[in-house]
């Protein structure tokens, strides 16, 4: 169990002008559960990196106090446990027992009680597997969960979560809460930073909302807090609950097909299925992980070939795979589940005339074209950054904007709304209906009710996976 | 092709089970001073010996075919090469190809080089192919005493490879998406792929930098001794088949000076 | 992270040495899949396929460029080494004595100037030893039987040639490109940027 105290603390990043955090003052008692909210960019990651300990002197400026226990957060190390968004990112090892020997290991535990405590944790947390289970053949939720075990095989007094289900699908998330509510005895102290509000709440006692300048806008019981500043966190792009949207509906009738899959199977990736998507509609794609969603998305996309079943778009003779790369940019356009994965050049601006430029637009029509998505998309000001260096919700507006500046009339987009705040969602929300209501057919594959029930006028659900027997745990 | 490091043999056949530090030294002692030869003789002993041997390490004949099977573009490499540029060309001339004359010293030496290839190759080949990355590194801190934050380091890095394999792909696809093709044009090609390679490597370094943040968070740099969870042993048996590795390939040398058939490297 | 010593490696360095020698695995792994024909067009006049090599020494010139620690350059090419013999490539373990010897090679360069220049300079010649080393290698263990002027001089010096472009300058213009992606903020090679 530990007790935290900030007095005066602010951290800079080397290389920014600006403080992440600045003149924090806040004391989290021995027990507590704390809910730390607050727009993007008010440091919440960074104070929790603080916390535990992971901020080199070599990568930034500190001041003021933070003290664990009345240590400092690098003296206190063997008292925190933090886990991460990302799973791939926090397992280490090839098998999962391993991966959670791994702190026991380092932390120097006798070799006879670590596996003992492995198989507890792994119990605790509700891993199904056995131990020797590859960490590569985890979903996103149980190898969340397996990180989740890592973390607490260490038996931290404080815990630490960043946006521990912000990489999930609702199943891996559900996955996670449970686990986290299961797992953490009233000696552990919690600290955790989430969008998701409705995720994190039956797991809180306490909200702390941050204010981007520094310092803290509000402190207390969940319900007094969302009472009293719901709105205006709402607006700074949390998911606060209750606040719900009005569905946007299409204002016009599809007239006709752009591109109809008949009987489309890709072996041991997706099941034979017929799907048309019309001009001027939203159709919703949902269904569970290993339904193939993305693979569905990639063959409308004209970027996969099916093994079987006929794809046919645009009145062309030749199926959308067959088609030159800047053919398929006029007409379908293609949004990733990963932003980066699309970025080609080195400059934001760069990137949007890509496309206009290898399709033969004149260098005075590309320029109209990044001139007027930078503006449609706010990312005037971000033209000559470096695409890499951008935040999530700005990735996505981008990879969105790139999709665009080639004018394709169908746009097929994987998770569009994955891991954004609710800001950058309602944005989305927001460009797209405008698209469609110019004309625009829109595929979207998405695990998002919200997005779904606002905005789609036709959802498709992709069938369940065989389920997969779930072997007994046996040790090694 | 898939992009795996699990092995790819029956991990209780005898051989296999040894001690994975044993095991490659064993290989590459068995395998390095092979090079110092261009002799047929001494690489078709050392081959002889190690197909008797695959039954023990419990790999497949089959299976080491299939991971042996560049070596076979290799050979044919080595042959057309020979043809064109062997230094030695004595010996009963067969044909002539142009100006290049085929002689029995050309074939004797060509056919040396393809031997070689595949003995000095095979061992390393069977070793990795029965053996589980995070017993290497295991038996490496413990057995041969590396250093434990480089080995596990590297192991830890070792466990992206499959996913930046998925990556790949991805990327190729979204370049795709993005309008940018090569179609048959080898230098658009190239283009195309230095691009991809760059996405990747900068994807795989952010991960690296996250993977690396939360490995200290478990504390892995906190200076306390590990301890090991799982224990590498270094028996007699390893030792033995150290020292027969050693034996083998130095009889194998004798026998080659012996009968007259040694070409040494260098000189 | 109490210690203060500039020639520890920290986690963060052992961990990115290491990526780096992975993905260049990937990258070579993808190269034959997307190249096969090259494979095969090589196989016939074999010292073209030294251009390869250019590709395959970039992770010892990378590391050293990146990590800027001593060791770098030798612990991130031999990696790479150990990796190509766990995936099954076609030269055995014999790599990675190679793997070694070829880092040795770049690591020679920057021990030269004390670990304390990363410039383009110190690059070429990183790449040009590296290169060395590797032609070195060869020369004796691959290409003894073959005519000195005609193949055995040009394959080394193919070697070369490519090292000092692909590995050195190559590897030079990588980082440049990183260093405004942001993930090298926590490395000597990325801090040269300007403030955001």
């Known amino acids: 169990m530990s007790e935290v105290r900030f007095s005066g603390f602010g951290w800079r990043h080397a290389g920014r002008r600006a403080w992440a955090v600045r003149g924090l003052d806040l004391h989290v008692r021995h027990g507590e559960r704390v809910l730390l909210l607050g727009p993007s960019g008010a440091g919440k990651s960074t104070l929790l990196a603080a916390l535990a300990g992971l901020l080199p002197d070599d990568s930034g400026e500190a001041e003021g106090v933070i003290e664990i226990d009345g240590l400092e957060p690098a003296k206190a190390r063997e008292r925190t446990g933090v886990v991460f968004q990302d799973p791939q990112t926090q397992l280490v090892m090839a098998r999962s027992g391993d991966d959670v020997a791994f702190g026991l290991e380092n932390r120097g535990v006798p070799a006879g009680e670590i596996w003992p405590r492995v198989s507890d944790v792994l119990d605790r947390v509700g891993f199904p597997y056995p131990i020797n289970r590859s960490t590569a053949a985890l979903s996103g939720g149980e190898a969340q969960r397996l990180a989740l075990a890592g973390v607490l095989a260490l038996r931290p007094g404080l815990l630490l979560l960043d946006e521990p289900t912000a990489n999930l699908d609702p199943p891996g998330a559900t996955l996670i809460r449970e686990?986290?509510?299961?797992?953490?005895?009233?000696?552990?102290?919690?600290?955790?930073?989430?969008?998701?509000?409705?995720?994190?709440?039956?797991?809180?006692?306490?909200?702390?909302?941050?204010?981007?300048?520094?310092?803290?806008?509000?402190?207390?019981?969940?319900?007094?807090?969302?009472?009293?500043?719901?709105?205006?966190?709402?607006?700074?792009?949390?998911?606060?609950?209750?606040?719900?949207?009005?569905?946007?509906?299409?204002?016009?009738?599809?007239?006709?097909?752009?591109?109809?899959?008949?009987?489309?199977?890709?072996?041991?990736?997706?099941?034979?299925?017929?799907?048309?998507?019309?001009?001027?509609?939203?159709?919703?794609?949902?269904?569970?992980?290993?339904?193939?969603?993305?693979?569905?998305?990639?063959?409308?996309?004209?970027?996969?070939?099916?093994?079987?079943?006929?794809?046919?778009?645009?009145?062309?003779?030749?199926?959308?795979?067959?088609?030159?790369?800047?053919?398929?940019?006029?007409?379908?356009?293609?949004?990733?589940?990963?932003?980066?994965?699309?970025?080609?050049?080195?400059?934001?601006?760069?990137?949007?005339?890509?496309?206009?430029?290898?399709?033969?637009?004149?260098?005075a029509e590309t320029r109209r074209i990044v001139d007027d998505l930078l503006e449609r998309l706010r990312l005037t000001k971000l033209a000559g950054a470096n695409p890499y260096t951008l935040s999530g919700g700005e990735a996505r507006r981008l990879s969105v904007a790139t999709a665009l500046a080639t004018a394709p009339r169908l746009l097929v987009l994987d998770e569009p709304t994955f891991g954004q705040d609710r800001r950058t969602w309602l944005e989305l929300i927001t460009l797209l209906a405008e698209l469609r209501d110019a004309g625009h057919g829109i595929l979207a594959v998405t695990h998002d009710e919200a997005f779904v029930r606002t905005l789609a006028d036709r959802a498709i659900g992709l069938g369940e996976p065989d389920p997969e027997p779930l072997p007994r745990r046996v040790r090694p | 092709?898939?992009?795996?490091?699990?092995?790819?043999?029956?991990?209780?056949?005898?051989?296999?089970?040894?001690?994975?530090?044993?095991?490659?030294?064993?290989?590459?002692?068995?395998?390095?001073?092979?090079?110092?030869?261009?002799?047929?003789?001494?690489?078709?002993?050392?081959?002889?010996?190690?197909?008797?041997?695959?039954?023990?390490?419990?790999?497949?004949?089959?299976?080491?075919?299939?991971?042996?099977?560049?070596?076979?573009?290799?050979?044919?490499?080595?042959?057309?090469?020979?043809?064109?540029?062997?230094?030695?060309?004595?010996?009963?001339?067969?044909?002539?190809?142009?100006?290049?004359?085929?002689?029995?010293?050309?074939?004797?030496?060509?056919?040396?080089?393809?031997?070689?290839?595949?003995?000095?190759?095979?061992?390393?080949?069977?070793?990795?192919?029965?053996?589980?990355?995070?017993?290497?590194?295991?038996?490496?801190?413990?057995?041969?005493?590396?250093?434990?934050?480089?080995?596990?380091?590297?192991?830890?890095?070792?466990?992206?490879?499959?996913?930046?394999?998925?990556?790949?792909?991805?990327?190729?696809?979204?370049?795709?998406?993005?309008?940018?093709?090569?179609?048959?044009?080898?230098?658009?090609?190239?283009?195309?792929?230095?691009?991809?390679?760059?996405?990747?490597?900068?994807?795989?370094?952010?991960?690296?930098?996250?993977?690396?943040?939360?490995?200290?968070?478990?504390?892995?740099?906190?200076?306390?001794?590990?301890?090991?969870?799982?224990?590498?042993?270094?028996?007699?048996?390893?030792?033995?088949?150290?020292?027969?590795?050693?034996?083998a390939s130095a009889t194998i040398l004798t026998l080659s000076v012996l009968l007259g058939f040694f070409r040494p490297i260098v000189g | 992270m109490s210690n203060t010593n500039p020639n520890r490696w920290r986690t963060i360095d052992i961990v990115i040495a290491s990526v780096i020698a992975v993905a260049f695995g990937v990258i070579f792994w993808a190269w034959n899949t997307v190249w096969s024909v090259t494979e095969a067009a090589f196989a016939f006049f074999p010292p073209a396929q030294s251009i390869l090599y250019g590709i395959w020494l970039m992770p010892a010139v990378l590391g050293g460029l990146i990590i800027r620690k001593p060791g770098a350059a030798l612990y991130t090419e031999t990696v790479a080494a150990i990796l190509s013999a766990l995936l099954g490539n076609k030269w055995g373990g014999t790599v990675i004595l190679q793997g070694l010897i070829q880092g040795a090679g770049a690591e020679l360069a920057f021990a030269a100037l004390r670990y304390r220049s990363y410039k383009l300079p110190i690059a070429l010649l990183a790449g040009a030893l590296t290169g060395l080393s590797a032609a070195i290698y060869d020369f004796f263990a691959w290409t003894y039987a073959y005519e000195l002027w005609s193949y055995r001089v040009p394959y080394g010096a193919f070697t070369v040639v490519s090292s000092v472009l692909v590995a050195g300058l190559g590897s030079w213009l990588l980082v440049r490109a990183l260093a405004p992606t942001g993930v090298l903020d926590r490395f000597g090679a990325g801090r040269e940027r300007a403030l955001i």
């Open chain 1, 179 to 363: 686990a986290v509510g299961q797992a953490i005895g009233p000696e552990t102290t919690m600290i955790i930073v989430e969008h998701r509000v409705a995720e994190a709440l039956p797991l809180v006692d306490r909200v702390v909302v941050l204010e981007p300048g520094g310092g803290v806008r509000a402190d207390g019981a969940p319900e007094v807090i969302f009472a009293a500043y719901g709105d205006r966190l709402a607006a700074d792009g949390v998911w606060v609950p209750g606040f719900s949207f009005p569905a946007v509906r299409a204002t016009t009738r599809p007239t006709d097909h752009l591109v109809r899959a008949e009987h489309v199977a890709v072996r041991g990736r997706l099941r034979p299925v017929s799907i048309a998507v019309g001009d001027s509609e939203v159709l919703a794609v949902t269904g569970p992980n290993g339904a193939g969603k993305s693979t569905l998305a990639l063959l409308l996309g004209g970027l996969l070939a099916p093994d079987s079943g006929r794809i046919e778009a645009f009145g062309d003779k030749r199926p959308p795979h067959r088609w030159r790369a800047t053919t398929l940019t006029q007409r379908i356009g293609s949004v990733f589940q990963n932003p980066e994965h699309q970025f080609v050049t080195g400059r934001v601006a760069d990137e949007l005339a890509l496309g206009p430029r290898r399709i033969g637009r004149s260098p």
């Open chain 2, 1 to 247: 092709m898939t992009l795996a490091l699990e092995p790819i043999a029956d991990p209780s056949a005898p051989l296999a089970r040894r001690n994975p530090v044993a095991k490659l030294a064993a290989a590459l002692l068995f395998s390095l001073p092979l090079i110092s030869t261009v002799d047929p003789f001494a690489p078709a002993v050392a081959l002889v010996l190690e197909l008797a041997l695959l039954p023990l390490f419990g790999v497949r004949f089959g299976v080491l075919l299939r991971r042996a099977a560049p070596l076979l573009l290799a050979a044919a490499g080595v042959l057309v090469a020979m043809t064109l540029f062997a230094a030695d060309r004595s010996g009963t001339l067969y044909f002539s190809l142009g100006p290049f004359d085929v002689t029995s010293g050309v074939v004797a030496t060509a056919a040396g080089l393809i031997l070689r290839i595949f003995a000095v190759a095979l061992p390393g080949i069977i070793v990795f192919a029965t053996t589980d990355p995070t017993d290497l590194a295991d038996a490496l801190v413990q057995n041969a005493k590396a250093p434990a934050r480089f080995a596990i380091g590297a192991l830890a890095a070792f466990r992206l490879l499959p996913l930046l394999g998925q990556e790949w792909r991805a990327l190729t696809l979204a370049r795709r998406a993005r309008g940018v093709d090569a179609g048959r044009n080898p230098a658009a090609k190239l283009r195309l792929f230095v691009s991809t390679a760059f996405a990747l490597l900068v994807g795989a370094l952010r991960r690296g930098v996250r993977l690396a943040v939360a490995m200290d968070a478990r504390g892995f740099d906190s200076g306390i001794p590990r301890t090991y969870a799982r224990r590498q042993h270094f028996t007699g048996a390893d030792t033995a088949l150290v020292v027969t590795a050693v034996i």
